[in-house]
């Protein structure tokens, strides 16, 4: 069966700190997808990256970051010098075999001005 | 915008009404699925289509059935509406096995 725990269930940081937002997950499958969505206040689900299970490059884009570590089952994503509008919920999710995507129950993030 | 249309965006029904939201894309794309949010729950995988005609269980799957006759629409369907299925439905598309999902706007469904 396939799993995503995302422990932090809500966070909230002063402005310009940086903050990481925990995944972990579980799988049989040798290959698989990992991926972040942003949900804002607005209520749209946005996508943010893909990774899949070949590739441990952890990568960077503009303040986002994403660390990927097999030996931990551990997907993170990390948020330098946050700003007001990174304030959403973000999930962690995970594709197998079986082109389910399964989500974890999400992390609130408030970026307190 | 990744060309997905969800209609309703509002409904509120009774308890046991049947109710259909539909998902239509313009994308042209192989894969749909259906998803509820809950608070609490995060998103949760309801049906999902790998083709036309081609559907599967997800993992709350009771009370549900789908329907995907063209490529382009994917039927999400309560027989008989229950409270317990008041929430916010998402319909998402992929193109390929191993790429990302774009979500639709989401339906917000009340039943009472």
């Known amino acids: 069966a396939q799993k995503v725990t995302q422990a932090q269930t809500e966070i909230s940081v002063v402005e310009k700190e940086d903050v990481t937002l925990d995944c972990v997950y579980e799988t049989r499958d040798t290959t698989y997808y990992l991926f972040w969505y942003k949900q804002p206040p607005s209520g749209e689900l946005v996508f943010l990256i893909r990774?899949?299970?070949?590739?441990?490059q952890n990568e960077i884009s503009g303040r986002y970051s994403w660390n990927f570590q097999k030996s931990t089952s551990s997907f993170n994503f990390t948020i330098t010098a946050s700003q007001v509008v990174d304030s959403a919920v973000y999930f962690c999710?995970?594709?197998?075999?079986?082109?389910?995507?399964?989500f974890g129950k999400g992390t609130r993030l408030h970026i307190l001005p | 915008d990744a060309g997905i249309t969800q209609s309703p965006r509002h409904k509120v029904t009774e308890t046991g009404t049947p109710v259909t939201l539909r998902c239509h894309q313009t994308?042209?794309?192989?894969?749909m699925y259906w998803y509820r949010q809950d608070p609490g729950h995060g998103l949760r995988l309801i049906h999902y289509?790998?083709?036309?005609?081609?559907?599967d269980k997800g993992e709350v799957s009771d009370g549900y059935s789908v329907s995907r006759s063209k490529t382009e629409d994917f039927l999400l369907t309560l027989e008989s509406a229950t409270s317990s299925q008041t929430s916010v439905y998402f319909c998402a598309i992929k193109i390929d096995s191993y790429t990302e999902a774009f979500f639709g706007q989401g339906t917000r469904l009340t039943v009472v």
């Open positions: 994308e042209n794309h192989r894969y």
């Open positions: 990774r899949n299970s070949f590739d441990e």
């Open positions: 999710a995970l594709r197998g075999r079986d082109d389910k995507i399964i």
């Open positions: 289509s790998y083709g036309v005609k081609d559907t």
